[in-house]
Structure formats: structure tokens, C-alpha cells
């Protein structure tokens, strides 16, 4: 049988090839045709959990599944292995022609992840839990402490503490050029800049679905990074209802840092 974890990258590969299929066969959408627009949110979501369903349901047929293009169901209440999907985390970016969007893959069993993946098919990236990486991260002295966060919804309390954590940061000796914000779209697509060594930390205080960040977080905690709710409890998965409040994922030696903030 093929291992969970090849399994999970398989499927996330396999998904994005087809999601980049769609995007290409439906065409360009002209500015301000928000029919045609979310006729592809609708066409690529669909396409995508219609894959995935098919897939798992061949290769895993006894686990639960909780995605979020299906609907739930009680299968998944105490089962010891439940599979976690977002078929299109980021259906706006997706349908917009841009590339940070990602197809999201998760294996909860019991307590823990123990295999995920998920791919940022228009960037032509995978990560894998397992799988070897090599992040080329620049010396937090020379530049901003970066954190990766959403554009339409910013870390309120965090940036009301920004001026005491970059006070930190300076007395610590660890930077003196303060915080930046990145801006990417799905939570894959963030934690892969962090996973690349692009950023150092993703932060979310508003909360969002478990599909979300199930894989994101899965690899991320594989590759050594801290990911916890903001007080450092760690999230769990497979609750109903399946929310999650917040998240900080971040390299080791700045997490300190990014959960301090309390406005």
C-alpha cells in the first residue's frame, strides 16, 4: 500500500495539475465579470474535491474524510484516522490568475498528523512531511523580523503591540529594523514562504476552518517549526464544530516574539 505521506503529496500533485487545467481551459475573465468569476471559484472547487473523493475513496476506503467541499458527516466522530482537505484553499486568488493558492492534504490520527502535503500548483512547489528541505534564510540582523498575514484580515491586537515587540527585538539584539507584514493569500501559500525562508512567522488572530491550515501546519511542525494557538496551547483537530480561533507558525527562535503581542 502506498505510504500515507506519498499518498497525501500524490494527491495534492495530482489536484493542482488539474486545477491548473481548469484555470487554463476556462479562459481569461474580463475585469469586472464577477459572473465568470465565481463560475470558476465554483468549477475548480468542485473539480478538485470530485479528485480527491475519488482518490481516497479508492486507495483509503475505511478513513473518515472531512473536507471542506463536502459535507460533513458523523463518520468521522472517534474514527482513528481522518483525512483533511482543502481542495482550493484560496478559490479568490485562484480565480484572479494569481499564484498563492494551494490544494491541501492532511492525515489526523487519533491526536496527531502523522502524514500531509500540500502544493502550490502556479508556483510549481510541494511540501511533504518527511521530505528534506533547505530554507535559505537571511540573517535576522541584516533586515525586518517578516511576518506573513492576510490583507483583508490583519492581526489587530498584533499590530497594536508592533512598537513594544520591535523594542524587543532591538534590546535583544536580534534586529533593529522592526517588523514587516507580507501579504499572501491561502494559509498554504503562506507557510510556504515560511518553509522557503522567505518569512519567518504566519499569524492569525480571527480564526478560520480546520481544512484551512491541517496540512500547512502538519509540515510545518514536521520541518521543525512552532505552531500553537497564540497563548502556546497546541491546536487540535477533528472537533466539531471544526474552528480553529488563531494560529502562530514560526521559526523556532522568533515565536517568542510573534505570540507576546496582546494589544
Known amino acids: 500500500m502506498t505510504p500515507d505521506s506519498t499518498l497525501a503529496k500524490e494527491l495534492a500533485l ?4 488539474l486545477l491548473l487545467d481548469v484555470r487554463a ?21 468542485q473539480a478538485s474535491q470530485a479528485l480527491l473523493a475519488q482518490r481516497l475513496g479508492a486507495q483509503r476506503p475505511g478513513d473518515a474524510v472531512l473536507s471542506e467541499e463536502a459535507k460533513d458527516s458523523e463518520e468521522r466522530d472517534g ?8 481542495p482550493l484553499d484560496g478559490t479568490k486568488e485562484f480565480a484572479q490568475g494569481r499564484s498563492d493558492w494551494a490544494v491541501q492534504v492532511a492525515l489526523w490520527e487519533q491526536d496527531r498528523f502523522t502524514a500531509a502535503a500540500f502544493s502550490l500548483p502556479a508556483q510549481e512547489e510541494v511540501f511533504v512531511t518527511g521530505a528534506p528541505l533547505d530554507p535559505q534564510v537571511a540573517p535576522l540582523a541584516d533586515r525586518p523580523l517578516r511576518i506573513v498575514v492576510s490583507r483583508s484580515r490583519p492581526p489587530e491586537n498584533f499590530i497594536a503591540g508592533m512598537d513594544d515587540i520591535a523594542a524587543r527585538l532591538a534590546a535583544d539584539g536580534v534586529t533593529t529594523h522592526g517588523v514587516e507584514f507580507v501579504y499572501v493569500g491561502s494559509a498554504g501559500a503562506k507557510v510556504g514562504e515560511i518553509l522557503t525562508g522567505r518569512v519567518d512567522a504566519y499569524l492569525n488572530e480571527g480564526g478560520f476552518w480546520e481544512w484551512d491550515a491541517a496540512a500547512p501546519l502538519a509540515v510545518a511542525l514536521d520541518h521543525g517549526m512552532i505552531g500553537s494557538h497564540i497563548d ?3 491546536i487540535t483537530f477533528n472537533k466539531r464544530p471544526p474552528w480553529v480561533a488563531d494560529i502562530v507558525i514560526a521559526r523556532p527562535e522568533i515565536s ?7 494589544g
Open 232 to 234: 502556546g496551547r497546541p
Open 14 to 17: 495530482e489536484a493542482g495539475r
Open 256 to 262: 517568542d516574539y510573534v505570540r507576546s503581542a496582546r
Open 25 to 45: 481551459d476556462f479562459g481569461p475573465i474580463e475585469a469586472g465579470d464577477k459572473q465568470r468569476y465565481l463560475e470558476l471559484k465554483d468549477v475548480g472547487d
Open 79 to 86: 474514527a482513528d484516522r481522518v483525512w483533511i482537505i482543502d
